[in-house]
């Protein structure tokens, strides 16, 4: 588990927003450990590199037909603060 951990801390950015879909539906117990990661992740770039972020969080927040997924991508959306209306 630390070692699939450690995989989301240091995988590429690209890839890292590319696999952001399964890993919202990942299991509890990983989604739990891989939730902090994304939150610390994504809020320690600069804001313009968080939009790809937030845009696909909200897309799966309204688009995803896994429940869980729709649920988790609110959760770190509103983990990650206030951030601007999609123009």
């Keep these: 588990m630390q070692a699939f951990v450690k995989e989301v801390e240091t995988r590429p950015r690209a890839r890292l927003l590319a696999d952001l879909p399964q890993l919202l539906i990942l299991s509890d117990s ?3 450990m891989v939730e902090r990661v994304l939150v610390r992740r994504i ?14 969080l909200r897309v799966e927040a309204a ?20 951030h601007p209306a999609a123009s």
């Design 30 to 32: 990983k989604f739990h």
């Design 43 to 56: 809020l320690g770039l600069e804001p313009d590199a968080r939009g790809p972020f937030i845009a696909a």
């Design 63 to 82: 688009q995803s037909p896994e429940l869980v997924a729709r649920e988790r991508a609110g959760r770190l959306l509103a983990a990650l603060g206030p």
